[in-house]
C-alpha cells in the first residue's frame, strides 16, 4: 500500500481499520507491552474494590506468606522475583483464593500484576490428583495465549504435577481423546470446539474459567460469541474470572455476561500531564528545513535520548537515513515489523544501545521510556480526517505526574496547516507552546 508523504488528509499507518485489522491491532499491542515489559508500573492511584457482598469483610495481604499457599507456589512466586503483592494483587488475590470461590472482574492497566494473579489463582485451585482439565483461561490471540502460558511454566516451575496444554489452532489432538492436562490455556474458538465439538474437554469439571484482555477479546464479535458459548458449557459452581486494560461501557456490559454476581476491582491508570513538559515549537518549510533544525537542536544541547515520531513509514525511514548519516545512532520502528522485532528495537533503546528512536505512531504507542527526556514530533499528530489528535499528542509527550521527570517536546511546523493543528493543541490544552529559533538556541534547557 503506497502512502503519499504529506501531512493531512491522508491516512496514517493503521488508520481506516476494518475491525479485523483493529483487533490485530490492539492484540499486537497487548503483546508488545508483554514483550517489554519486565516489571510493574508504577502507580499512586487507590485501588477501587466493589465488593459483591458489602457486609462480608474486606481481605487484603500485604504479603504472599498470607494467603497460605501450597510451599511450591510460594517458592514459584518468589522465584520470579516477586517480593510482595502489586496494588491490585493486595485485593485480587484473598478475594480470588477465598472459599467459596467469588467471581472477579478486574481492571487495571497493562504491567500491573493481572496475568500473575489470575495464574496463581488457578494453580492454586487444581488437583493434581485428578488428570483432567480444571481451568480454562482463553486470551485473543495466539501468541497471547503463549505468553500467559509461559507465566503458568514459570510459576509453577516447583510444582511439576501440574500440566498445561494449549487450546489453539494447529494443535491438532486425536478424535475421541480426553485431554489430562489440568490447565487448558487457548484461544476462544479452538476452545468452544475442545469443549462441545470435539469433546476433549468435560466443561462440567471447570473449576475456573478466565477470561484475559476482555478489551481486546471484544474488538471480534466472533471471540464475544464463543466467550460466552464456552461460559454457558460450565457449571454455576465455577469460578468465573475476567480481566481487562480498559474499562468502556462495552467491556462492561460484555463482562456482565461472563461474570455472574462479580465482586468488581479497578484500578485508575496515572493521569498523564504537560505540567513537566518544556513545549516548543518550530518553523520550518519542508521536511528537509525540519531535519536541518533537527541538527541543529541537537548541535546546541545535549539529548541523552529521543524519540522522534514521523506520520508516514516513508518519513521515518528518510529521518532515520538521514540522521545516521549525520552520525547519530538511530533505531527505527516500522509498521512492517513484528511484534517480536519491534520488542527488540525498543529493548536495545531502553538499555541505551541506541540514542535517537525514529517512530511512526501506531508502533510507539502505549510504550514508556522513561529515560527519554525529548519528544520529538517531525510532524504533529492528526486523525484521519487531518484534525488534531490531541489524545496521541498529551501520549507521545505527557509524563504520568508524581513519576515524571520533566521534559522537553519540539514540534516541528512546515506549513500553515500544520501550525493551525499547532495552535488548536495549545488552545486545547491550555499549555503555551513557545517558538523556538533554532539559529538561537540559548533559551532552551
Ligand atoms: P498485567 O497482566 O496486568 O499486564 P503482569 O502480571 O504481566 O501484569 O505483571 C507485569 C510485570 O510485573 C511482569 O513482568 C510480572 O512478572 C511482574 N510482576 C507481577 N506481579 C509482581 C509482583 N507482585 N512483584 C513483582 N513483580 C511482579
Known sequence: KAKPEENGTVKADGEAKTEEEDKEDKAAQSLLNKLIRNNLVNTNNQVEVLQRDPNSPLYSVKSFEELRLKPQLLQGVYAMGFNRP????ENALPMMLAEPPQNLIAQSQSGTGKTAAFVLAMLSRVDPANSW???????????LALQTGKVIEQMGKFYPEVKLIYGIRGNKLERGMKIQEQIVIGTPGTVLDWCLKFKFIDPKKIK??????????????????????????????????????????????????IVPEPNIIKLKREEETLDTIKQYYVNCNSKEEKFQAL???????????????????????????????????????????????????????RDGKEKVLVTTNVCARGIDVEQVSVVINFDLPVDKDGNPDNETYLHRIGRTGRFGKRGLAINMVDSKGSMNILNRIQEHFKKKIEKLDTDDLDEIE
Request: net charge neutral.
Open 208 to 257: 475456573v474459567f478466565v477470561l484475559d484482555e476482555a478489551d481486546v477479546m471484544i474488538a471480534t464479535q466472533g471471540h464475544q460469541d464463543q466467550s460466552i458459548r464456552i461460559q454457558r458449557t460450565l457449571p454455576k459452581n465455577c469460578q468465573m474470572l475476567l480481566f481487562s486494560a480498559t474499562f468502556e461501557e462495552s467491556v462492561w456490559n460484555f463482562a456482565k455476561r
Open 133 to 143: 482439565p480444571q481451568c480454562l483461561c482463553v486470551s485473543p490471540t495466539y501468541e
Open 86 to 89: 502489586s496494588k491490585i494483587q
Open 295 to 349: 541538527c541543529n537542536i541537537y548541535g546546541a544541547i545535549t539529548i541523552a535520548q529521543a524519540m522522534i515520531f514521523c506520520h508516514t513509514r516513508r518519513t521515518a525511514g528518510w529521518l532515520a537515513g538521514e540522521l545516521s548519516r549525520e552520525g547519530h545512532q538511530v533505531a527505527l520502528l516500522s509498521g512492517e515489523m513484528v511484534v517480536e522485532q519491534r520488542a527488540a528495537v525498543i529493548e536495545r533503546f
